[in-house]
């Protein structure tokens, strides 16, 4: 095994806030409730991850992951609901990134919803998706539709992000969304959103949100974001769908980006951009792209796809390839897919590969899914870049998973790796939310 | 001074306007989780005719699609996902590669397989801004590794 220098360094965050703490302790009341009372419902998925790996330092990895999600619904009226999703991490063996545990609270919230309206009032670490904010706030978050196809949001608390140093002073964010729609012809969204850090400003962005559908077959959607601190737009990216005509469906997608305005808002070092650097601080960049797939049956699935980058600072670049996709389902599927990244240079090109396929059998299921990458310069030497994975599992219950898998690699970084996962996967009441996917 | 007082009567107004709006409304909200089981991968055409029908979970659904959905919609996608749905990609901090958790589903569409290390020092140059979304603020205790 090759080796590479690696910095260590301390991660950041530490155990949870007060208030997710909070959470946690809620979390476990709930669950260590008695289940028999009446119209309370608790459903979740345990999973429970142990990986084998070695590091291209030399260290020898077994973290052992416990991921769990669940919600409980019906507490008390059937519009009040709790949702809990966390992970926690206990090495095994060497440190993973300098830290023998880990852990975070991904989201916990208690949340009101109505029957009329589609009003909604989440409370406590929540996930925030509303035009420009695709945020995390321990906070509140709330919507609802108003008269004549209106509609109201607003979300506010302490951003939940990394942070490269303390920041004593304030920490806030806040924003909102006014939309209006007309069902199936459009909807219009004006977003805002603030964040202050260490009580300064940090971020300060609006935006417009459109989905359109003037005809039938026809669809463009799409959004712009404006940085008010920069005073320049962040980007314009929109897609225009057409299809399906028969079975072929055409999709192009149009995007503009103000690297100065986009990137303004980061808490990693990685995307502070620095003036004779690999990428320019006043780089904009214009994207087209279009799509064609084509149904041949519902089974079977082709598609083309071509993307050219034309940057104002550096040279062009084009991404193109083809794939086709087999999937029945409940029983089984295999792909495969060519693609070219053809960057300015040598060091940015390269030629991707991939064949994979999946078959349940019964209790049983098994997958394998192969990838090579070719490098048109060499990266410590080395050309290319390929893995391949054996993965199978077993059902052992309704609600009771066993699956483990193998992955066998050679890259610029190891002359064979060899990493292996085990995972039992326990769902618990799986009468809850039937019809959700995952 | 006059568009001082303007901007307050509008900002005092608006508080009310909603007010009406919402005791006026009597839309019936979204279902709280598909009543029908949905088999992956989702083609909301085959059963819906109106605006829902654009939501077909085709190819480019998860890689292009599915976050203008999201920030228009977000309840949409809630009928048929958990959060911890979303929270597998779209995380404040994780150390597991969403496509090292789901080996047994290569139909997926999850970022990062194989030697990410070195291909993202290509992808990265060519499009950063695919990268921030996910590593912007959130996620990105695995980049000061090297990214100092």
């Given amino acids: ?438 | 001074m006059k568009n001082k007082t303007m901007i307050l009567i509008f900002l005092l107004c608006l508080p009310a306007m909603t007010a009406v709006l919402y005791a006026c409304a009597s839309t019936k909200s979204i279902a709280a989780w598909h009543p029908t089981e949905v088999t992956a991968p989702a083609i909301c055409s085959e059963c819906h005719t109106d605006a829902r029908a654009a939501m077909d979970h085709t190819a480019d659904f998860a890689a292009v699609r599915h976050r203008f959905y999201a920030a228009q919609n977000s309840r949409t996608c809630g009928v048929c996902h958990l959060d911890s749905f979303c929270s597998d990609c779209h995380a404040q901090k994780e150390e597991l590669k969403p496509s090292d958790k789901y080996k047994d589903a290569p139909e997926r569409m999850l970022p990062h397989r194989g030697d990410y290390l070195n291909q993202h020092k290509i992808d990265g140059k060519i499009n950063p801004a695919s990268c921030f979304p996910c590593h912007g603020r959130r996620n990105n205790e695995r980049c000061r590794v090297c990214h100092i």
């Fill in chain 1, 1 to 438: 095994m090759k080796s590479i220098r690696v910095a260590k360094r301390s991660t950041v965050g530490g155990p949870p806030s007060g208030m997710a703490a909070g959470m946690l302790l809620l979390a476990l009341i709930l669950l260590s409730a008695p289940t028999g009372a009446p119209a309370v419902e608790i459903a979740g998925t345990s999973s429970t991850y142990v990986q084998s790996r070695e590091t291209a330092g030399g260290s020898n990895l077994m973290p052992l992951y416990e991921y769990l999600n669940f919600s409980v619904r019906d507490m008390g009226t059937g519009n009040v609901s709790f949702h809990f999703g966390g992970w926690a991490r206990y090495d095994l063996r060497d440190d993973t990134f300098g830290t023998d545990k880990n852990s975070d609270l991904q989201y916990a919230y208690l949340s009101y919803r109505k029957a009329q309206s589609d009003v909604v009032l989440n409370l406590g670490r929540v996930m925030v998706f509303e035009g420009v904010a695709a945020e995390r706030v321990d906070g509140a978050y709330a919507r609802a539709d108003l008269k004549g196809g209106f509609g109201v949001s607003a979300f506010g608390g302490v951003p939940v992000e990394t942070d490269n140093i303390e920041q004593p002073g304030n920490n806030m964010e806040y924003g909102g969304r006014a939309s209006h729609h007309v069902d199936n012809v459009y909807t219009i969204g004006f977003s805002y959103l603030k964040e202050e850090k260490n009580s300064q400003d940090f971020r300060e962005e609006e935006g417009v949100d459109l989905w359109l559908r003037p005809m039938n077959k026809v669809e463009l959607l799409g959004k712009s974001a404006y940085n008010a601190i920069t005073s320049g737009w962040m980007q314009h990216t929109y897609n225009l769908m057409l299809g399906p005509f028969q079975k072929l469906r055409l999709n192009t997608e149009v995007s503009s980006i103000d690297y100065e305005a986009f990137f303004s808002g980061a808490t990693s070092s990685v995307f502070s951009f620095q003036p004779g650097g690999p990428i320019d601080p006043a780089e904009k960049v214009s994207i087209l792209g279009e799509t064609a797939s084509y149904a041949f049956t519902g089974s079977l699935n082709a598609s083309v796809d071509y993307k050219s980058y034309n940057y104002d600072i550096a040279g062009s670049a084009n991404y193109y390839g083809a794939r086709v996709a087999y999937a029945v389902a409940k029983s089984g599927g295999a792909g495969l897919s060519v693609h070219r990244m053809d960057g300015e240079t040598n060091s940015l090109s390269y030629d991707a590969y991939r064949v994979y396929g999946y078959k349940k059998m019964g209790k049983a299921d098994v997958a394998v899914d192969a990838l090579a990458v070719l490098y048109d310069a060499p990266i410590n030497g080395v050309d290319n870049a390929y893995s391949v994975s054996l993965a199978v599992g077993y059902d052992l219950s309704e609600k009771l998973k066993l699956g483990a898998d193998v992955e066998y690699a050679k890259n610029p970084d190891f002359d064979r790796e060899v990493r292996s996962f085990l995972k039992l996967i326990y769902r618990f009441d799986t009468s809850y939310g039937k019809g959700k996917g995952v």
